[in-house]
């Protein structure tokens, strides 16, 4: 679930696109169907795919993100 929030990093994996000016990183989930087709290896054919692929817009550097996170988990602490 953590995927999502750092998807889109500079240091997060995925394609980077860029399309009318504006940067993308490619996300997927590894029970979604282009993961399936990527990592196949032992995956039975009647498996449905449960994620989906999308382009997450690019966030730049993840520590704003990981700062966010880490003063959440401070908060609770307290």
Do not use: N, Q, W
């Not at 009318?20 to 990592?39: C, P, R, V």
């Not at 995956?43 to 692929?53: C, H, I, L, Q």
Request: charged share 30%; net charge neutral; with cysteine.
């Amino acid at each position: 679930m953590l995927g999502g929030m750092l998807a889109g990093h500079s240091e997060s994996g995925g394609e980077l696109i860029e399309r009318d000016g504006k940067k993308y990183k490619l996300f997927y989930g590894m029970s979604s169907e282009m993961a399936m087709k990527k990592y196949a290896g032992g995956v039975a054919e009647y498996r449905a795919s449960e994620g989906k692929t999308v382009e997450v817009p690019f966030k730049g550097d993840v520590e704003h993100t990981i700062r966010d996170i880490l003063g959440g988990i401070r908060s609770t602490c307290t």
